[in-house]
């Protein structure tokens, strides 16, 4: 008896410690503390009209169904200070102006990407994170503030695994929405700033649904960590989006056995001129614009109907109902395409060296061009004849590029069970998908690619928001995307893509796994092996980001899988296997990075020395 009381003491004093660690991360969580910049500089690509729209217009996405109000009325965990407050959301790296004040379009004055949205049924008003909140950048130097709008952003958004070193902002969301239900005077404070002045029959309704929405993201949270869905962390500024699309897709809206582990977490991919290319994302998979972007809003939280609660099929006019809004998503779109490459700010980044610069772009055309430059088509070889210009975007093999693969094969090589939709080839045959490069024969239900699998739902999906959207069907060419299929092609390999203002996305490779374009054109070996990501200071000389240890930083390690920092490499030897170049001399890689920072500038590029360029040569080949 005495042994069975000191095992029990054991396990609660253990218990007591464990929950004392927890509650310690939850006050306390890991995140670099925030310092608002001496100034906030807006470069020249659109007009304040453009960056406001893309900025603050929904797409359909939900937060496990958090609404606007009550995401504005949260507290943090153990005081009354709100969640929502500027200083502590600009902490998980969310973009903030402290200039700015509350407006139509931003009522709450949340972060860059922090929408909102009323539901056209139930009129409920939801928080609506759309692409901005991961398609716009910043960069700081010397206590200065550079917006990149489109450019690639550093935050802590999409990690949704509970850690003990916190950080996150899905983990911290839950807490604070665990204490507010669980302590009863902050409920109290709570139900009076959404509700005003209330019956006791509202309270009580309010916290059944504040109940429900807390119960799907401790639901989710647990889910991800039991499964161990996303082994590798993620950290500042990169997810696995292909990998959480797919779980979202065909696992929650499908079928538990379609839970797949995404362990390749992908660095959020900068947007000017993405209109003009022939194929989108990091593998080169995507073609439509709206089928890209609805596939975005469903992975981000847009709602969706495949099946009954039960699991049971749907009634046909029930099928495929979303979330997604079509018309804000075309809105969007057609802003995107008037956003231009950030140019390099001399006065506040430093002088360009033209003497360095003018070698450095007879460099790149020997080196780079080859892979990078834009390869405008004729019309009579375009996808969408209309679109003016339509460039070649070249996936290069991961045989040959050499950079980690993780991601190019877990969409090529994951398969999903979709035999719950109950599809048959006539149906699928009707739709405006197009697979490229794909042998002909019925497609296999039992075993769909991610990219296959995506493309159909988003077709069903894309028709039904469009019918209840009211687009007819003269309009649809428009919506979609000069005209074009929902194309795939499944290829194991990278994206190439232009180089215009490349000096404003670090860091770099797919995976965020090189910090600077120095390290990037040098040698394999003499790139950091870890380093520390969530600063935003920049390093203007090797032209990346800062990677000393920071409090509140992520350590990434380029030895966990997904993060390898091979490949891409610049090296004496033989051709392939990430060898892509010869060797560069360290003078040769500073006056590349030094033109790399006003590569299609028409500031800079007429004053730049024209000076004779080396044939591209593919040198000798390892096989």
């Given at each position: ?11 609660l004093i ?6 004392g ?6 006050a306390?969580?890991n995140?670099?503390e ?11 690509q659109w007009?304040e ?5 893309y900025y603050?217009?929904?797409q ?10 009550w995401f ?16 502590h ?5 969310f ?8 407006t139509?379009a931003?009522p709450g004055?949340?972060p860059?990407?922090f929408a909102r949205h009323?539901?056209d049924?139930?009129?409920?008003a ?6 901005a909140?991961?398609?716009t950048?910043?960069i700081?130097?010397q206590?200065?503030a550079?917006?990149?709008d ?7 958004l999409a ?6 070193r916190?950080g ?7 807490m604070?929405m ?7 005077f ?6 009076h700033?959404v509700?005003g002045?209330?019956?006791?029959q ?5 916290r ?6 807390l119960?799907?993201?401790m ?5 991800d960590?039991?499964?161990?869905l996303?082994?590798t962390?993620?950290?500042?500024g990169?997810?696995?989006?292909f ?6 897709a065909?696992g ?12 390749a977490?992908v ?8 209109w003009?290319f ?5 593998n080169?998979?995507?073609?439509q614009p ?7 809003a ?5 709602k969706?109907?495949?099946l009954?609660e039960?699991g049971?099929?749907?009634?046909e ?6 979330g997604?809004r079509v ?6 779109e ?9 140019r ?8 360009i ?11 790149y055309g020997?080196?780079c ?6 390869k ?17 975007m070249?996936?290069?093999?991961t045989s040959?590029?050499g950079?980690?693969?993780t991601?190019?094969d ?9 035999t719950?939709l109950?599809?048959?080839q006539n149906?699928l045959?009707s ?6 490069g ?12 991610s990219a296959?699998?995506?493309?159909y ?6 028709d039904r928001?469009y019918?209840?959207a009211?687009i007819?069907?003269?309009?649809r ?6 005209g ?7 290829l194991?390999?990278?994206k190439a893509r232009?180089l215009?203002g ?10 965020g796994s090189v910090?600077?374009?120095f390290h ?7 790139r950091?092996q870890?380093f520390w ?6 390093d ?6 800062r990677t ?10 380029t030895?966990?899988?997904g993060?390898?920092n ?11 296997n ?11 890689r500073?006056?590349l ?5 006003v590569?299609g500038d ?8 024209d000076?004779p360029?080396?044939p591209h040569?593919h ?5």
């Open positions: 008896m005495r042994l069975l009381r000191r095992a029990l003491l054991g396990l253990m218990a007591v410690v464990a929950i660690v927890g509650l310690y991360f939850v306390f969580p995140l670099p925030y310092e608002a910049p001496k100034g906030l500089r807006y470069l020249d007009s009209a453009d960056r406001q729209t603050y217009t929904p359909g996405t939900q937060v496990k169904g958090l609404e606007y109000d504005v009325a949260l507290e943090l965990p153990f005081n009354q200070n709100k969640f929502a407050t500027t200083g959301l600009a902490r998980f790296g973009l903030v102006d402290h200039s700015h004040m509350a139509a931003n004055n949340l860059v990407g009323e539901d049924e139930s009129g409920r939801y928080l609506d994170v759309s692409c909140a991961c398609h950048g910043e700081r130097y206590g200065h550079i917006r990149i489109g450019g690639a952003a550093m935050h802590s990690s949704t695994v509970p850690t003990l916190g996150s902002f899905g983990q911290a969301l839950g604070s665990a204490f507010t239900y669980y302590n009863p902050k409920f109290s404070r709570f139900a700033t509700l002045e209330h019956d006791e509202a309270r009580a309704q309010l059944r649904d504040f109940k429900q929405v119960d799907r993201l639901g989710t949270a647990y889910n960590w039991h499964r161990d996303y082994p962390e993620e950290g500042f990169r997810t696995d989006a990998g959480r699309i797919a779980n979202t065909f929650d809206a499908l079928d538990p056995t379609n839970y797949r582990v995404a362990n977490p660095s959020y991919p900068h947007l000017w001129d993405i003009k022939d194929w989108v994302q990091w080169g998979s995507a073609m709206m089928a890209r972007n609805i596939g975005e469903l992975g981000v939280g847009a969706l109907q495949l009954h039960n049971q099929s749907l009634p006019s029930e099928r495929y109902a979303s997604v018309r804000d998503l075309h809105t969007l057609n802003t995107l395409m008037r956003l231009a490459p950030p390099w700010p001399e006065h506040i980044l430093g002088k060296d033209m003497q360095q610069a003018s070698p450095g772009r007879a460099l020997e080196n061009a080859h892979c990078h430059d834009a405008p088509k004729p019309e009579s070889k375009r996808y969408a004849p209309e679109r003016d210009p339509e460039w070649r070249a996936v290069i093999p040959m590029v950079t980690d693969p991601t190019a877990n969409i090529a090589d994951h398969r999903f069970d979709l719950r109950g599809w048959t149906e045959d739709l405006d998908v197009r697979l490229y794909q042998p002909s024969g019925p497609l296999d239900l039992s075993e769909v690619s296959k699998g995506l493309a739902i988003t077709a069903y999906v894309e928001a019918r209840d009211g007819s069907q003269a309009e060419a428009e919506f979609d995307g000069f074009l299929p929902i194309g795939v092609q499944e194991r390999g990278y232009p215009d490349i000096w404003a996305t670090p860091p770099f490779l797919h995976n910090p600077s374009l990037l054109l040098s040698p394999v070996a003499e950091p870890r990501v969530g600063s935003r200071e920049y203007p000389n090797h032209v990346g980001i000393e240890r920071f409090d509140g930083g992520f350590l990434l390690d030895s966990v899988t993060n390898s091979r490949g891409h490499e610049f090296r004496a030897g033989c051709r392939g990430g060898v892509i170049g010869r060797a560069l001399e360290p003078h040769e500073w006056a990075v030094e033109y790399l920072k590569l028409p500031g800079f590029e007429p004053r730049l020395e000076l360029t080396r040569k040198g000798p080949s390892c096989l």
